[in-house]
């Protein structure tokens, strides 16, 4: 009997020890090495309870301090500012969570995750977890049938706003698990971690509005979200033999997916932006490099939107949809459900990517499949796209012949709509014409017929351009709705063949 109350006294005495030592207080050195930070790198040396350090993509921001009660106290100075912040380690995630304050005036969150590359390991049918060289948190998911030495075709999914891409890997395994079992699947979280997040349960945030492109604008802009995908998809893609990656997001995610595959038009073979919209950045007309924009119209684009969608309006599907048919954009196609609203796994997720990845494919075959199917499902566009890509790989025998069919009926289901329009834009006594230019242009932009049609909107544009311009400016800085309501239909009336004509006709719906 003595036995087991000794027994149980040294259990209970070990038991206590460990959550002592669990529960200690973290000392300066807990917080040493590197982290990623809500302003970027950040870099902390320890010397005894003192902490010094450096923050921000240029370590331009330094900190110094110390850690008392395993709290972190330190001042931090900039160029340009100087403040202080308070933050704690969490055991056990390796997160820093506090809040920092300016002589400014400014304050808010403060968080970071510890910085360690650690590459991610295949496990059939299973979830592996790493981190990217350039810093973000990653996981991985392979077929349960994985094969390393087979080439592969991957899904890159970006998640929502206060996610984490973990969740969206293991929404993909459930809602589609077909899809799971042809692609691998790879998720990357977002570099800050946003607020509320538990030592157990984190989220994180994508940045981008100040992304411009590579090189451009300050070191930060430089290294926001879509540049560290850029080089995870080098880095991830070599480590996996990824041949082709198809981007896609939701919500914050979509507009990440935007900037990464218009940006980056050479990583990746296609985009799904999901539940997302163009950042200003983003809009076709704001790229002139000629390389970058031959490039970009290489790629098949599948925007899928929740016609319900509360969150992010589905006019933001539809804006998009037209900048890209107005940018020349061949391979653009919407995938919309009229009942679903803003949740991930009730979109037409799975179709999107399979579109993408017939109308990407180098098999004539396959695309002259595809020409086929989407002829059938009244997808002329998308048909045209196919069989012209079925032709230009110099397809032969039945592939070419079957394209060949398909561009056949397309340009005659367009004959009746070309010769009305061309009457009407070669007379152009007002814009009466416009409405029905711009759905042929959505559906037959792409035949060799309709070149002429295409070159006379130019020119109309080429004439419109500087007016439209004036007034869709001068109606954002009208002084009442009156006045602004005018201004936009003086633009209808005189700017019909403008860019921004399609966007004002939507908002006087």
Known sequence: MDGRRTRRALVLALVCSFLVVCARAQKAEDYAGEWMGSFGPLRLEAQGEKLSGTSGWDAETKLSGKVEGGVAALEWKSSDAAGTVRFERWSKAEILSGSYSSKQGSEGRWGAYR?????????????????????????????KRYAPAKAKDAILIFHGSNMSARAYVDTLVAAFPELAEDFVIVGLDGEQIAAGEKDSDFVFNYTYV????????????????????????????????????????????????????????????????????????????????????????????????????????????????????????????????????????????????????????????????????????EQPRSASAAALRAQALKAKGAPLAAAQAVLKQ????????????????????????????????????????????????????????????????????????AQRKELHQQLLRTCYATKWYALVRSWQK
């Open 410 to 481: 397309l340009e005659k289901q367009a004959a009746a709509e070309q010769k009305t329009l061309k009457k009407a834009m070669q007379a152009n006594a007002d814009g009466a014409w416009a409405d029905g230019f711009l759905t042929y242009r959505s559906r037959y932009a792409l035949l060799p017929s309709s070149k002429g049609l295409l070159d006379r909107y130019a020119e109309l544009r080429k004439d419109q351009e500087s007016k439209g311009d004036e007034l869709f400016y001068a109606a954002r800085n009208a002084g009442g709705d």
């Open 115 to 143: 910085k360690r590359a650690q590459k991610l390991v295949p496990k059939a049918g299973e979830v592996s977890e790493g981190q990217t060289l350039s810093g973000m948190r990653s996981y991985l998911r392979v077929p």
């Open 210 to 377: 100040n992304f411009s492109g590579p090189g451009v604008g300050p070191v930060f802009a430089q290294n926001q979200s879509p540049a560290l995908v850029a080089a995870a998809l080098q880095e991830i893609g070599q480590d996996l033999g990824i041949e082709r990656w198809f981007v896609g997001g939701h919500s914050q995610g979509g507009f990440l997916t935007y900037a990464v595959a218009l940006f980056y038009p050479q990583l990746v073979a296609g985009a799904f932006p999901v539940s997302g919209n163009l950042l200003v950045q983003c809009e076709p007309d704001a790229f002139r490099d000629a390389k970058l924009r031959s490039a970009q119209r290489a790629l098949p684009f599948a925007i899928v939107h929740g016609e319900n969608d509360g969150i992010v309006e589905f006019s933001a599907a539809t804006y998009s949809l037209d900048r890209f048919e107005d940018g020349g954009f061949p391979a653009v196609r919407l995938f919309s459900d009229p009942r679903a609203a803003h949740m991930f796994a009730r979109l037409p997720i799975e179709p999107a990517v399979r579109w993408l990845a017939a109308q990407s494919s180098s098999d004539p075959q396959v695309l002259a499949e595809l020409a086929k199917a989407e002829l059938e499902g």
